[in-house]
């Protein structure tokens, strides 16, 4: 009898915590989190491009692509590097310049345009944001008569712009 009585006293005790544990809770916390996009716009330019050997009076030409990431609108420029070719003109090792200057066309530049050290939009409009838009453009460089032969560069620069 007695192990039943102390049987009969746990059972109430056991289920007297749980019905008092069972009626409680903690108050509920929410928290609000601010998290800051950022504006970025990446480019990734391939380091060199080519035109083969071009005969005098006539256009040689080549391609590249420009790839373009930009979390908001954007637009590509393009240029020749102003402080060592400000005519937008290639030049061989002593610095002599093409007569013709150098060209591009791309984006919405349907036609070979001469370029120059000042920015030129690639696109009329600006373009939709993007994870990853490739841009071809082609180069051209015309070789006059009055050019000595020879190996002639230039760089191009490119600026990726957001709106």
């Known amino acids: ?7 009969a006293v746990l059972t109430a005790v056991i289920l007297t915590v749980a019905a008092a544990g069972a009626g409680y809770s903690a108050n509920p916390g929410s928290q609000t989190v601010t998290v800051a996009a950022g504006s970025r716009i990446d480019l990734t330019v391939p380091a060199s ?24 609108a954007w637009n590509l420029q393009i240029r020749s590097e102003p402080t060592g070719y400000p005519n937008g003109k290639a030049k061989d090792g002593s610095g002599t310049e093409l007569v013709n200057p150098f060209q591009y066309k ?19 409009t600006a373009q939709p944001k993007t994870g990853n838009r490739d841009v071809a453009v082609d180069y051209q460089q015309c070789v006059d008569w009055q050019d000595s032969p020879g190996t002639y560069t230039i760089v191009v620069e490119y600026l990726g712009v957001q709106f």
């Open 106 to 124: 791309g984006g919405d530049v349907s036609a070979f345009t001469n370029i120059t050290s000042t920015y030129a939009n690639l696109f009329a």
């Open 1 to 7: 009898m007695k192990v039943a009585l102390i049987r």
């Open 49 to 72: 491009a080519s035109i083969g050997t071009t005969d005098p009076g006539t256009c040689g030409t080549a391609s590249t692509t420009v790839n373009v990431k930009s979390n908001r």
